[in-house]
């Protein structure tokens, strides 16, 4: 565990020297415009361990608890004129601590939809090597069919089509194409099962 660093720090009452007199007085300034690093520093070092607790409350593991905690102080930090209440640091630590802490929840649940997928059920690569087989055959019979026996089956059972739609299509009688389709199928059926 990462602990905050101590706070030893000089104390700058009574200094004669001007630099220091002058960081006094910036440091007043930034208590007009915002809480001063020093006080959000002590207020994170005193709060450190609860704040801890309050990521560990919303998340599982010390690793990402520690993170969210220096993150929240980090963020309160780069933040801290719009802190107007030195009082209310605290309160702005904690707030930020349970936005991060739901931000982390909220990409694991993501990262664990995306993970969780089932994969599609796919034919194992002899499954495919056999359907492909298979096609090259129908594909190979096809074409010993005669031209207007392949154009009916082709259109009837490949495109989906209805017989009349078929007929119109081909320009042929709707019995021409149940004729040719039947036809068609019985010299398939013949060459499909010489091969097998």
């Excluded at 208590?31 to 006080?39: I, K, L, M, Y």
Aim: proline share 3%; hydrophobic share 40%.
């Amino acid at each position: 565990m990462i602990a905050p660093w101590s706070a030893a720090r000089p104390a700058r009452a009574g200094s004669a020297h001007p630099a220091d007199a002058a960081q006094h007085v910036d440091t007043d300034d930034a208590v007009a415009s915002g809480t001063t690093v020093d006080h959000l520093t002590e207020t994170y070092r005193a709060h450190y361990r609860s704040l801890l607790g309050l990521a560990a409350l919303l998340l599982d593991d010390t690793a990402s608890c520690e993170d969210v905690v220096q993150e929240a102080f980090i963020r309160v930090h780069s933040a801290r004129k719009r802190v107007r209440d030195p009082e209310k640091t605290l309160a702005y630590l904690r707030q930020t601590v349970v936005n991060l802490s739901r931000s982390a929840l909220r990409r694991r649940i993501v990262g664990l939809k995306l993970l969780s997928k089932p994969m599609p059920d796919m034919a194992s690569a002899e499954e495919g090597a056999y359907e492909q087989l298979e096609r090259d055959e129908l594909i190979r019979a096809m074409r010993g069919l005669q031209r207007r026996q392949r154009e009916v089956l082709v259109l009837r059972y490949f495109a989906d089509m209805t017989e009349a739609q078929v007929a119109e299509v081909l320009g042929l009688s709707l019995g021409s194409v149940k004729a040719y389709g039947s036809r068609g199928i019985a010299a398939l059926r013949t060459v499909m099962e010489s091969t097998s």
